[in-house]
């Protein structure tokens, strides 16, 4: 006997990417940072490993709210914090949505959005992207509840202009809510039109561009009645105290963050103009990974396995439109320098194999 709602039965759930135990592999799946976070947080953290950890955290994280607002120019009152950005997803969905509401989302993107909807019992609607990975004229839906668009996307990486997001923010009948987790590594983002329109939400985290993953923290950024009602749906206290202080922190070194970025960017461009000398198509990427479809002859899946018994991880997705690529996190210069020296290899080898003739 099964105890569950009927669609919790029904639905798969989220997948992650894979994290090894062993931690001999050159990681380039989940797109983590390959540098470490600024010394400053090192620091604080050890400060804040004390007696206060037996008392709860700051329920609204006001310290990191207060960083935040002073950082990206805005106000304390318009952004709540979270347990990462997954998180404040959850609380969104469940603060918009409810059973038969409609939920929009492109596809191919973040599937959590997928997720999301059906843990609600909501009406799920994956609108599809063009081949180029903009937005069609039917991506608005009428009734919609919450719209959901990552941007820059994962996992192609390609990014819509703030201004067609305006346009879409005035037509959309509930909220849209703009999942800027890689918006570090863009060349501009969102963040200006949420005085223009009280039905954006902005969503960020410090998992990227701040090498924070392990910490856990992401916050939204929302006009004020907006956070209002959301921190009536968030846990009593879904953000821990050296969270908080981690955060604070990290916030405090832009310099730190900023220079990562920049050598993430600059491998971004050597992996991208390698990868299509190689043969690879690769999208315009705006973000820390790169979609590369494999040429004709080549299996994107058979690479994958390929790579992994060379203990190099990159995300494959078994799905429409994505089972023909790649999904390769920016690494160090030396892991993106093994990663085509294997690639080379193994289509050196497919070639003489099948004498196929390789284009994108």
């Known amino acids: 006997m099964s105890y569950f709602r009927d669609n ?65 120019g805005t106000r304390p009152e318009y952004v709540i914090a979270g347990n990462g950005s997954d998180d ?54 009428k009734g919609a509840k919450v719209t959901f668009l990552a941007n820059p996307n994962s996992p192609s990486g390609t990014m819509i202009s703030p201004g067609e997001i305006s346009k879409i923010a005035s037509q959309v009948d509930g909220v849209l809510v703009i999942d800027e987790a890689y918006a570090d590594f863009a060349d501009d983002n969102c963040l200006s039109l949420v005085e223009q329109h009280d039905n954006i939400l902005i969503l960020r985290t410090l998992s990227k561009s701040y090498s924070l993953a392990g910490i856990r923290f992401g916050f939204c950024i929302a006009q004020e009645s907006i956070i209002q009602g959301m921190m009536k749906v968030k846990d009593s206290y879904n953000v821990d105290r050296l969270s908080i202080t981690a955060v604070v922190a990290a916030l405090d070194d832009q310099k730190t963050m900023r220079a990562n970025v920049e050598k993430i960017k600059e491998t971004r461009q050597y992996l991208a103009q390698s990868l299509q000398e190689l043969g690879f198509y690769v999208y315009p990427s705006q973000t820390n990974f790169i979609l590369a479809k494999c040429m004709r002859g080549v299996s994107a899946h058979h690479v994958y396995q390929a790579l992994k018994s060379r203990k190099i991880l990159v995300r494959y997705f078994n799905i429409r439109r994505l089972d023909d690529c790649l999904r390769i996190t920016i690494g160090t210069r030396e892991e993106v320098e093994i990663l085509l020296r294997n690639l080379k290899e193994l289509i050196s080898n497919n070639h003489a194999k099948s004498k196929v003739a390789y284009c994108p």
């Not at 994290?19 to 400060?47: C, H, M, W």
């Not at 993107?109 to 937005?135: C, G, I, N, R, W």
């Open 88 to 141: 404040l997803l959850s609380i969104i969905i469940r603060s918009f949505a409810g059973t038969g509401d409609t939920v929009v989302f492109p596809y191919p993107s973040y599937m959590l959005y997928k997720t999301l909807a059906e843990l609600q019992d909501a009406s799920e609607y994956a609108v599809d992207f063009t081949e180029e990975y903009s937005l069609p004229g039917d991506f608005i839906v």
């Open 8 to 72: 919790i039965e029904k639905m798969s759930g989220y997948i992650p990417g894979e994290q090894p135990k062993d931690g001999i592999y050159i990681k380039l799946n989940t797109n983590e940072n390959p540098y470490p976070p600024s010394p400053e947080v090192f620091r604080a953290i050890k400060e804040a490993v004390n007696e206060t950890l037996r008392l709860y955290p700051d329920p609204i994280a006001t310290a990191a709210r207060i960083k935040i607002a002073q950082v990206l």
